[in-house]
């Protein structure tokens, strides 16, 4: 079935649909990762997105449940250049094709990804919208749809992603340490290090009051990964500002910017986002460095932080210099702009371990 993807810039890309729904619109973003198709269309922090993936062959190894990050596919649109004919996983459950009939999700083959991406780095100084449809091929009124689109006010993904209401997960650690994590979109990845570090997770809904948190009386609050510029997210500023310095915070991502706004820093859209799994990051006094998962478009402002007291930047990109992390003994938080993923089978991102510690020396 014949499809098309276009730019709101007039660009557009032909290809075949896998099968025939509704037009999407949104922004278009590329992730630059092998492997992780799965992990990457249950991750909250796309919602809204048209998600295009640059490696060339996607769905070779199939899906499975195990692999979802959380309860729904929250992309709009994904983009592909070839799909795999054949599984080869003995984890795998069904096909790549299975998975996006079984959730609805428009999407869009035999795209060359490669000129894609390459027309979204050099026009990556604009919010690049675009649209996903099968039954209308005329440029201009595809691009007068995504006009269309800008005027109206964006709905808030953060009441569909986030749990409904305060929710205690179960542990099988004995003793287990209890800590509050402010679910803006919080995968099922993180949860598997918290727990494997013998912490007692509790969920709370992105409109947590203050009031409610500190009633809870949490050792710890983590802020989880979401989608960037959420309406919603505002509230969720207001809500962690009196928090700083009460108790220890751990902010990542997403969570990382609300932290920083709520100290009195600025966060502006990249010039080109941060998508991928090979971003090398480093301690500004070391050469020591690390390969680290991301996936922002916006970043923190260092000028914005230079009058804040107690902040240390303990981290930023190796090629763009941008902040990657932030922290404060005294105030007692710690903020990662990149993702924490566990180095390996039931290992835990060192991050964690800083905050674990950061919570031993609270009690």
């Known amino acids: 079935m014949k499809a098309i993807l276009m730019l709101e810039d007039g660009k557009g890309f032909s290809g075949e649909a896998i099968s025939a729904g509704p037009e999407?619109?949104?922004e278009v973003v590329f992730n630059t990762a092998v492997v992780g198709y799965q992990e990457m269309l249950t991750t909250p922090a796309n919602a809204g997105k048209i998600l295009v993936f640059t490696y060339p062959l996607i769905g070779n190894y199939g899906c499975a449940p195990k692999f979802n990050e959380s309860h729904a596919v929250w992309p709009c649109g994904l983009v592909i250049k070839e799909k795999s004919r054949i599984v080869s996983n003995w984890q795998a459950t069904q096909s790549l094709?299975?998975?996006?009939?079984?959730?609805?999700?428009?999407?869009?083959?035999k795209v060359d990804t490669r000129t894609l991406a390459?027309?979204?780095?050099?026009?990556?100084?604009?919010?690049?919208?675009?649209?996903?449809?099968?039954?209308c091929f005329d440029a201009k009124e595809l691009v007068a749809k995504i006009k269309d689109s800008r005027k109206v006010p964006q709905p808030s993904f953060l009441p569909g992603i986030s749990v409904k209401k305060i929710t205690t997960l179960k542990t099988s650690k004995p003793k287990?340490?209890?800590?509050?994590?402010?679910d803006l979109?919080?995968?099922?990845?993180?949860?598997?290090?918290?727990?494997?570090l013998g912490f007692f997770v509790t969920l709370l809904p992105y409109g947590t009051g203050t009031a409610d948190i500190v009633r809870l009386k949490?050792?710890?609050?983590?802020?989880?990964?979401?989608?960037?510029?959420?309406?919603?997210?505002?509230?969720?500023?207001?809500?962690?500002?009196?928090?700083i310095g009460v108790l220890p915070v751990l902010a990542i991502s997403t969570g990382h910017q609300v932290l920083a706004r709520a100290l009195g820093g600025q966060v502006s859209r990249m010039h080109l986002g941060h998508r991928g799994v090979n971003y090398p990051v480093r301690d500004p006094l070391s050469w020591k460095g690390e390969i680290t998962v991301q996936n922002h478009g916006h970043v923190v402002e260092a000028y914005s932080l230079q009058k804040i007291k107690e902040v240390k930047i303990t981290a930023r990109n190796s090629n763009d210099q941008t902040i990657e992390e932030i922290e404060s003994r005294r105030l007692k938080f710690i903020g990662v702009q990149y993702y924490p993923a566990s180095p390996g089978f039931d290992?835990?991102?060192p991050a964690f371990i800083r905050f674990a510690n950061m919570i031993n020396r609270s009690i």
């Open 176 to 182: 287990a340490k209890k800590i509050a994590v402010l």
């Open 347 to 349: 290992e835990v991102h």
């Open 118 to 135: 390459v027309h979204l780095r050099q026009k990556s100084q604009i919010h690049m919208l675009g649209i996903i449809s099968t039954s």
């Open 185 to 196: 979109g919080v995968t099922k990845s993180i949860l598997r290090q918290l727990e494997a």
């Open 218 to 243: 949490p050792l710890g609050l983590v802020i989880s990964d979401g989608p960037e510029e959420d309406p919603g997210l505002q509230e969720v500023v207001q809500n962690i500002k009196p928090l």
């Open 24 to 26: 999407k619109i949104g």
């Open 97 to 109: 094709d299975d998975f996006i009939k079984e959730h609805n999700l428009s999407t869009i083959t």
